[in-house]
């Protein structure tokens, strides 16, 4: 069954359209995650996530968005967008989704900054004003905290699990060998905050929480859906 938007024919987007109308917007940046992680590792994870949700639950997601809030503080780093142009963004997305039919739009970001979810706020705001549909924004890690995953990091345990899991080709653990990360100075330089990825993380412990976020993401979704329902 598909689930991505851009590889659906009109006959299974209408199809999916009918069984779920619900869309999943993930999102995310272009940043230094380490010297073992993808640069698009934010908007990776959130869409790969988002596909397992749709799969189990129905919906269909976008492509994933690398258009955010950012600054260039290592090599790599693309600076983002203001303000006012991802508000706009993230707005049109959704506003946009309505148009095309669905009647949930729920957006999650791998970027876990505030600024990156008031954005995504802001078209959850712009449906409400319509009422003709509802939305949500969360990061990827929202709804799951306890341990052992522990929540959201950077270019840690968490974020390496998940890449290890979804996409474990853009994952090069042996490039951080060397880094010294007992220390706050070593893992300023080496931009890795959180629990050791060389000790903590896996694809196992990947796997268990885009399970677990999947299903806390798809029942979030019926719920909405079902809060449209006379």
């Known amino acids: 069954m598909k689930v991505q938007y851009e590889e659906m024919l009109p006959h299974e987007f209408e199809a999916a359209l009918a069984a779920f109308p619900v869309a999943y917007v993930p999102v995310g940046s272009l940043e230094w995650h380490g010297q073992h992680l993808a640069l ?61 039919g669905f009647r949930v739009v729920i957006g999650v970001t791998g970027h876990d900054v505030e600024p990156q979810v008031a954005s995504l706020q802001q078209g959850v705001d712009a449906l409400a004003a319509e009422g003709k549909a509802v939305g949500w924004a ?11 995953l522990g929540g959201m990091d950077h270019a840690a345990h968490w974020e390496t699990s998940l890449l290890m899991a979804l996409r474990p080709e853009l994952v090069e ?15 300023n330089a080496a931009g890795i905050w959180g629990r050791d990825p060389r000790v903590h993380a896996s694809a196992e412990l990947g ?9 806390r993401i798809g029942a979030k979704a019926r719920e909405l859906l079902e809060s449209l329902t006379p």
Do not use: F, S
Not at 138 to 148: A, L, S
Not at 173 to 187: C, F, H, P, S, V
Not at 207 to 213: S, V
């Open 40 to 100: 698009g590792n934010d908007a990776l994870k959130a869409h790969g996530i988002l596909v397992r949700t749709a799969q189990k639950y129905g919906g269909v997601v976008l492509p994933p968005t690398y258009w955010g809030h950012m600054a260039p503080w290592k090599p790599g780093c693309h600076p983002g967008l203001t303000q006012e142009t991802v508000d706009r963004l993230y707005t049109e997305i959704y506003t946009g989704l309505v148009t095309a």
């Open 173 to 187: 653990m042996e490039r951080i060998a060397e880094e010294n990360l007992d220390t706050q100075e070593g893992q």
């Open 207 to 215: 796997e268990r929480a885009i399970e677990l976020m999947a299903d």
């Open 138 to 148: 969360m990061t990827e890690g929202e709804r799951v905290e306890e341990e052992p």
